[in-house]
């Protein structure tokens, strides 16, 4: 079974950075994308990032471009969000999830997802 293990998650002052690790095991099949997704109490689940395994393309988020970057290691099936500059917005469970290439915002389009990493940020 695939399984999906955040971790890097923490409490930090804003303008601080934290770097999240996504670490893939087991066998995956028509995973072409690896996304990040955040949710803060009491909001929906929304798109952060997403990059390809092939090819490394990178897509953000309008609230997180110039601050996050996603990238992957394919030997180490580990995918990373470095994140710099936070706000206290930026708070809330980050997830990363595996996904097809059809809608890379929409969090339908992944599976599976991992149990989260708890970003809080403080002003």
């Known amino acids: 079974q695939v399984q999906l293990v955040e971790s890097g998650g923490g409490l930090v002052q804003a303008g601080d950075s934290l770097r999240l690790s996504c670490a893939v095991s087991g066998r995956t099949f028509g995973g072409y994308v690896m996304g990040w997704f955040r949710q803060a109490p009491g909001k929906e689940r929304e798109f952060v990032a997403a990059?390809?395994?092939?090819?490394?393309?990178?897509f953000y988020a309008d609230s997180v471009k110039g601050r996050f970057t996603i990238s992957r290691d394919n030997a180490k099936n580990t995918v990373y969000l470095q994140m710099n500059s936070l706000k206290p917005e930026d708070t809330g469970l980050y997830f990363c999830?595996?996904?097809?290439?059809?809608?890379?915002?929409?969090?339908?389009?992944?599976?599976?997802w991992g149990l989260g990493a708890p970003v809080a940020v403080s002003s």
């Open positions: 990059i390809f395994w092939t090819g490394g393309a990178t």
């Open positions: 999830a595996s996904g097809r290439d059809s809608n890379l915002p929409t969090p339908g389009g992944y599976n599976p």
